[in-house]
């Protein structure tokens, strides 16, 4: 376990690859007595590289991050606080604790050129999936693919066959620090994302036994579920008992958007493994997220991406053993990256 003095050097080494620097502004975010640990952490570390820190301590306690799961998205206790939200752009770095993402508050401030780092992972898995340069450069080379191509394509052995045509929406690189203006980042992370055309995304997804509800139940399928996917929305959801906890959820989110579908991509960190979240007491999912080889498919918010979608509802699902293409390209067959530039010696994902 990681002590104080521990924690903030790691601080420090993490704001260093975002850039930070003597003269900037570091301005934590948090709200009532949630992470302050992590706060006092941050603020130490900014000064120590002779940056201006301080801390925004909202006072309502009221949360998306209900327990060791994310039930909802873009709604938070910044809604409204337009003298919070304006010292918040006028900072260089954002440290965000209370988790923005899918949020116009985020929006709003990185669009006045702050860069924006979310941390809201335990300990444990700040120190083990500290974000790295050659992982970032995997990051961004998935990045080009994605960018590169009009056409993505995701099949698995359980039985899906789904596409998505590309080209509309903006790429997402994932890499687990921030070093431009503007630019959003999650530590930990390790992962990229796009979204389809909302009327070209079609087929069918089987999500198997072993993939992972990463949001928002965080736990592993017992039993598969079958998504049929018409211009963009799931419009039939079968299986067993976790197709009927899917379905529930986006019925009491009472919100069709729910249904439309979000982000597809995968990830490419090594230092995690499909079962990591099986013994982590206390994860939000983005080891699930990151874990080498996955695809994640995604329902819900596009915001993030340049769509106008703005629900609540999200559900993210790390898939085991697919095979991903982009221009009828393989990329990932059967879990294993074949593009030399991901492919890690003696890294097998999908079946770890």
Known sequence: ?????????????????????????????????????YADAFISAG??????????RLGDTSSALNGPAVSQVGINPLRGNLGAIDALKHADLVVDLIFLLWSSEQH?????????????????????????????????????LLRGAKHLRVTNKAGTEISYELGKYKVVDEYGFTDEPGRWDSWPAGFVFTAGAENGINGRVV???????????????????????????VVRISGGVDADLMRDYVERMNDPRGYACSHIGWGINEKVRWSSMASTLRSYGQEARAFYGNVMFAMGPNLELGGTNDTATHIDIPMRNCSLFLDDKPILVDGDFIVPELKLPNMSSGRN
Not at 17 to 35: A, F, I, K
Not at 209 to 232: C, H, N, T, W
């Open 1 to 37: 376990m990681l002590n104080w003095s521990d924690f903030q050097l790691l601080c420090e080494k993490e704001l260093k690859l975002c850039g930070v620097h003597e003269g900037e502004t570091v301005v934590v975010l948090s709200q009532g007595d949630d992470r302050m640990a």
């Open 108 to 144: 709003e401030i990185q669009d006045a050129g702050a860069r924006i780092l979310t941390v809201i992972e335990d300990l444990t898995l700040l120190k083990q999936m500290f974000p790295t340069q050659a992982q970032r450069e995997r990051c961004e080379i998935s990045a080009e």
């Open 207 to 233: 999500i198997d036994k072993g993939d992972i509800f990463a949001m928002p139940f965080r736990g592993y399928v017992q039993s598969p579920i079958e998504l049929i996917v018409e211009q963009g929305r």
């Open 47 to 56: 000064r120590q590289l002779g940056a201006e820190s301080y801390n925004v």
